[in-house]
C-alpha cells in the first residue's frame, strides 16, 4: 500500500475549501494519524488562520474524503455551538475528538469547548474557579455546560500569549515565575477527581508503545525494551502523596495580563506529582528550536520557582517524567504522515533512552537537559 502523501492531500483540502468559498490557500495541516489496521487508514485535521477547520480522511482503498469540521459526526453538537455564536473561530480542532471555539455571545466572548467527555473537564473547572483565590494565577470561569451539544462555556482568561518571551534571552525570571506558580497549584487545597499518577503515567506510557508498534512493527523490539526500563524504574518508586497538577502545561497555555498569569486547558486536570507538569513544561522547550537560553539555564530557574512557592521537587522522578515525554513524542512520530517516520523515531527512542538512562546517574539539571 502506498505512504499517504500529506502535502497532496493538503492540495486537495485546499481545492476543496476554493470551491466551498473558502480561502484556497494557508492551509495547515495541525493533526495528523496513521492507523495501522483501522478504516480510515488515515485522518488529518487542517487548519486556517480565518478560523476554519477541515477533517480529510484516507480510505484503505485510497479514497480521500474531506469534510468541515462542523460535520464531524464524533461532534455533532459542534454545528449547534458554531451557529450560537457571533463570529465564531475554530481554535483548535482534533477530529473525533474535541474542538474549541471563540465567539460572541450577548453576555461577553467565550471559549467553547465540544467534547465527548466535557462534562468531566467542567467539574474540574468549577472547583478551580471557587478555590481561584488560593492560585497565582487567573483561570477561566465556567459558565455553562450543554449536555446536549456537550459543549463547555467558559469567560474568556485575560492577558496575551507568554511563548515568545518563554524562548527569548531573558526568560529565565519567567521560567521561575512559572515554576511558582505550578507551585501554587499543587499546595492549593484542591481535590479534583482524576488521577494522574505514576501508576497512570506509566500506563499512558504503556499504550503508547502498543500503538507505535502497530504502526512500525520493525521497531517492536526496541520499545519493548524501553518499555522494560520504564516498568524497572517505576518499581524504585516510593509512594508519595499526589497533589493538584495541571497535567500539560507547555509554554502555549499561558497568558500575562501585566504582573498577573493566567493559565488556560486543564483538560487533564487530577491529583499527580508536581514533576509531571514541570517535566511536560521543559520537553516542549527543549524542542523549540528559536530557544535563546540553554536548557540548564530555564531547568534551574523553574525548579527554584518550585523551592520559592514551597514545594521542593525529587529530581529523579522529574529525569523519570522527562524520560516519558520523550517517550511519548518517539510513539506519536511511528504515527507521523512522513516518509522519515522510522527514522524520526529511532533518533527519539534514542533521545528517550538516553533520559531513561540517566534517572539514575546524576540528579543535576544538566543531566535533565539531555534532549
Known amino acids: 500500500m502506498k505512504p499517504v502523501d500529506a502535502a497532496l492531500i493538503g492540495n486537495r483540502v485546499a481545492a476543496w475549501a476554493g470551491d466551498r468559498g473558502w480561502p484556497s490557500s494557508g492551509w495547515v495541516r495541525e493533526y495528523g494519524r496513521v492507523r495501522p489496521d483501522g478504516e480510515p487508514r488515515a485522518v488529518l485535521g487542517f487548519a486556517h488562520a480565518e478560523g476554519l477547520a477541515v477533517r480529510a480522511e484516507i480510505q484503505r482503498s485510497g479514497t480521500v474524503r474531506i469534510s468541515s469540521a462542523e460535520d464531524d459526526a464524533a461532534l455533532p453538537g459542534l454545528a449547534p455551538v458554531l451557529a450560537t455564536l457571533r463570529n465564531p473561530r475554530i481554535l483548535r480542532y ?79 525570571p519567567l521560567a521561575a515565575r512559572l515554576g511558582t506558580a505550578l507551585a501554587g497549584l499543587a499546595r492549593a487545597e484542591i481535590a479534583p477527581g482524576g488521577r494522574e499518577g505514576p501508576a497512570e503515567q506509566l500506563a499512558r506510557s504503556g499504550r503508547a508503545v502498543t500503538r507505535a508498534a502497530a504502526a512500525l512493527p520493525a521497531l517492536g523490539s526496541e520499545l519493548a ?28 497555555q499561558w497568558l500575562a495580563d501585566g504582573d498577573r498569569l ?53 529530581r529523579r522522578r522529574l529525569g523519570l ?23 524520526r523515531t529511532r533518533r527519539h527512542l534514542a533521545t528517550a533512552r538516553t533520559a531513561l538512562r540517566g534517572v539514575d546517574q546524576e540528579r543535576s539539571g544538566r543531566r535533565l537537559a539531555t534532549h
Open 94 to 172: 482534533r477530529p473525533g475528538h474535541r474542538c474549541t471555539v471563540r465567539g460572541d455571545t450577548d453576555r461577553g466572548p467565550r471559549i467553547v469547548k465540544v467534547a465527548p467527555d466535557g462534562a468531566r473537564h467542567v467539574a474540574g473547572a468549577r472547583l478551580l474557579w471557587a478555590a481561584r483565590r488560593q492560585l497565582p494565577f487567573a483561570v477561566a470561569e465556567p459558565c455553562d455546560w450543554d449536555p446536549d451539544t456537550q459543549s463547555a462555556w467558559y469567560a474568556v482568561v485575560p492577558g496575551a500569549p507568554i511563548d515568545a518571551k518563554l524562548l527569548g534571552p531573558d526568560a529565565a
Open 321 to 343: 517524567y522527562l524520560a516519558h515525554k520523550r517517550m511519548a513524542k518517539a510513539c506519536r512520530t511511528a504515527h507521523a504522515l512522513r516518509a522519515d517516520a522510522e527514522c
Open 262 to 314: 493566567g493559565l488556560i486547558d486543564f483538560d487533564r486536570f487530577a491529583l499527580g506529582d508536581p514533576e509531571l507538569d514541570l517535566a511536560t513544561l521543559l520537553v516542549e522547550l527543549a524542542d523549540e528550536s528559536d530557544r535563546r537560553l540553554p536548557m540548564p539555564v530555564l531547568i534551574e530557574a523553574a525548579v527554584a520557582g518550585y523551592a520559592a512557592g514551597d514545594v521542593s521537587l525529587d
Open 225 to 252: 525494551e524501553l518499555w522494560t526500563g520504564f516498568q524497572e524504574q517505576h518499581a524504585r518508586l516510593a509512594p508519595r502523596l499526589l497533589v493538584p497538577v495541571h497535567g500539560a502545561p507547555h509554554q502555549h
